[in-house]
C-alpha cells in the first residue's frame, strides 16, 4: 500500500508530463521510466544499492543531511517495490492521457475552469478506468516483488520481510506453508485480473464517442414537449405566425451585458473584426480556409494565429483562455460523459464561483428555455444528437461569455431537428449582449441566423458583409456553389 501511495504520488505526474509536454529526451526519459519493467528484478536491487546504499551515490547525502538509512529498512522495501511496480500505473495512465481528446479539456477551459478544476474535474474522472487498472497493477506487482527486495532490504522478518520472501524461507522448512501463502498470492493476482477484465488498456474509449442509447423520444430527437415549445418559440420570436406555449416555457433571463468586439487575428488566419454588441457573425468557406483556426486563436488555444482580443473595455489577449470570457462548442458538443446534462450546464457557473444550488437553479432554466429541461438528470450517451446540441448550447450560455463561439452547432442534426434547433438558437442570440461567431456550411444557418457574413479563403477574408449581400453578389465560386448558384469560370473585359 506504502508503494502504491508512493507510485500515485510520482507516477500520475511523470505519465501527465510523457502524455502531454514536449520536450528534448522525451523518449530516453519514457525508456527509464519503463526500465524496470523489462530489467531483471535482483538488478534493480543492485541499482538501488549503487544509488541509495551506504556507499552509494546519494546514501551518504541522504544519511548526513536528514538521518535516512534505506537499505535493510522497511522504507527500503517500500521503495525497492516503488521501483519495480509503479511502471505499471504509469504506462497504463499515460495511454489513457494519450487516448483522451484535447476537446473535453478546452471546452472546460472556455467555461473559465482552470487549468487545476480541468485536471480534477474532466481529465482525472475521463481517465479513471487507465489509473484504476494502472493502480490495481502497480499494488500487485508490489505485492508479488521479491528480487529487489531481497537485494536492496533483505529479508527481516517484521521489518522487510514479504510474502514472496516467506515463500521462499517456507520452501526450506515447511513446504505445505509455503504451498498455502503461494495459493494465497495466486488468489490474490487472479481476483485482480477478473475485476479488471476490459479495463488493462486504461483508455478512455467509452468516453469518445459514446453510443447513444434508444431514448424515449421521438425518432428526431425530440418530444411532444419540446417539439411544442420549439415550434412555439421560434414562430412568435420571428413573426411566423403561431402561438407561444407560455405554460411550458420558461421566462427568460434579461439580456447579458453589451461586449462589443474588436479583433486582430494575425498567422494562417490574417484578419481584423469588429462587431457591435449583439451582433451574429456566420463564417463560411471551404475546408482549410482557417476558419476552426480563427475560433481557437480568439480562444488562445492554437500557435497558427495569434488574435490580439479585445471584450469591450478589456484587452484579453495576454489573459489564459479560461480567463477570457470566450466560450466554445465544439461540433459535437464536447459533453462531459461523467456529468449529467444538469452537471454539464452548470459546470461554467460553478468554474466561475457560483453556489452549487444557484448554479444548479440557474442551469435548469436555460435547459428549460432549449427545451430539453425534462432531460436535466441523463448522462450525454442517453441523449439524442439534437438534444445533445441543445444540451451544450445551454452549457454554453450559461457560462455567461462575452463572446461565443460556435463551430458547426447543428451539422449533426437531421433536417427536422436542425430547423427547430435553429429557430430556438435564433431567439436565444437575440437575447446575448455579446458577439457571436457561427462557423458553418449551411446556407440557410447563415442567412437565417447572422447578421454578417464572413468568407474566408487561404485564411484571408474574401468578404464580410450582411447575408442579402453575400447572396446577391458572391466573391467566392465556393460561395457562390453553397448558396445554389452556377459558377462559370470566364475572364471580364470592358
Not at 91 to 113: Q, V
Not at 341 to 350: C, D, E, S, V
Not at 431 to 453: M, Q, W, Y
Request: charged share 15%.
Amino acid at each position: 500500500l506504502w508503494a502504491l501511495g508512493l507510485s500515485l504520488l510520482l507516477g500520475v505526474p511523470l505519465a501527465w508530463l510523457l502524455a502531454r509536454v514536449p520536450f528534448p529526451g522525451k523518449a530516453f526519459v519514457r525508456s527509464l521510466v519503463l526500465l524496470p519493467m523489462v530489467l531483471p528484478p535482483t538488478v534493480g536491487g543492485v541499482a538501488l544499492l549503487l544509488a541509495f546504499g551506504r556507499r552509494g551515490l546519494l546514501g551518504p547525502w541522504l544519511e548526513d543531511t536528514f538521518g535516512v538509512t534505506l537499505p535493510f529498512h522497511t522504507s527500503g522495501a517500500v521503495l525497492a517495490a516503488t521501483f519495480v511496480a509503479m511502471p505499471f500505473l504509469v504506462i497504463s495512465l499515460e495511454g489513457a492521457l494519450g487516448g483522451l481528446r484535447p476537446r473535453y479539456e478546452e471546452t472546460a477551459a472556455s467555461l473559465g475552469a482552470s487549468p487545476v478544476r480541468v485536471f480534477l474535474t474532466v481529465t482525472l474522472p475521463m481517465v479513471a478506468p487507465g489509473l484504476i487498472a494502472g493502480a490495481a497493477l502497480t499494488w500487485a506487482r508490489a505485492l508479488g516483488e521479491f528480487g529487489a527486495t531481497i537485494t536492496f532490504a533483505g529479508n527481516l522478518p517484521g521489518t522487510t520481510q514479504t510474502l514472496p520472501l516467506q515463500v521462499y524461507l517456507l520452501l526450506q522448512d515447511s513446504p505445505e506453508a509455503a504451498t498455502s501463502v503461494s495459493l494465497l498470492l495466486l488468489a490474490i493476482a487472479m481476483i485482480v485480473l477478473i475485476a479488471l477484465r476490459g479495463r488493462w488498456t486504461g483508455t478512455p474509449g467509452d468516453h469518445r464517442d459514446p453510443v447513444r442509447r434508444s431514448v424515449p423520444d421521438r425518432s428526431d430527437g425530440t418530444d411532444e414537449a419540446t417539439d411544442a415549445y420549439g415550434a412555439g418559440h421560434g414562430a412568435k420570436g420571428h413573426g411566423a405566425g403561431g402561438t407561444e406555449a407560455t405554460s411550458r416555457t420558461p421566462k427568460a433571463p434579461a439580456p447579458s451585458e453589451p461586449w462589443p468586439l474588436h479583433a486582430d487575428v494575425t498567422g494562417f488566419t490574417h484578419l481584423t473584426l469588429d462587431a457591435g454588441p449583439g451582433t451574429t457573425i456566420a463564417v463560411v468557406g471551404p475546408n482549410g480556409a482557417g476558419k476552426t483556426t480563427l475560433l481557437r486563436a480568439l480562444l488562445g488555444l492554437t500557435p497558427r494565429a495569434h488574435a490580439a482580443l479585445r471584450l469591450g473595455d478589456s484587452d484579453v489577449t495576454a489573459l489564459p483562455p479560461h480567463r477570457r470570457g470566450v466560450a466554445w462548442v465544439p461540433q459535437d458538443g464536447a459533453l462531459f460523459p461523467h456529468l449529467s446534462a444538469l452537471a454539464n450546464t452548470a459546470y461554467g457557473l460553478r468554474a466561475h464561483g457560483v453556489p452549487r444550488a444557484e448554479a444548479r437553479r440557474e442551469a435548469q432554466g436555460w435547459l428549460d428555455r432549449l427545451g430539453v429541461g425534462h432531460l436535466a438528470h441523463r448522462k450525454p450517451a442517453q441523449l439524442s444528437g439534437g438534444q445533445a446540441q441543445r444540451v451544450a448550447l445551454a452549457r454554453a450560455l450559461a457560462a455567461r461569455p462575452r463572446l461565443l463561439l460556435l463551430d458547426e452547432p447543428l451539422a449533426a442534426l437531421d433536417q427536422t431537428t436542425r430547423a427547430r434547433v435553429r429557430h430556438t438558437l435564433r431567439g436565444h442570440l437575440a437575447d446575448f449582449g455579446g458577439v457571436c461567431l457561427i462557423v458553418t456550411h449551411d446556407p440557410v444557418e447563415a442567412v437565417s441566423l447572422a447578421d454578417r457574413v464572413l468568407v474566408l479563403e487561404d485564411g484571408r477574408v474574401l468578404q464580410d458583409e450582411p447575408p442579402a449581400e453575400v447572396t446577391r453578389h458572391p466573391r467566392s465560386p465556393w460561395v457562390a456553389r453553397m448558396l445554389g448558384r452556377n459558377a462559370w469560370p470566364g475572364t471580364a473585359t470592358a
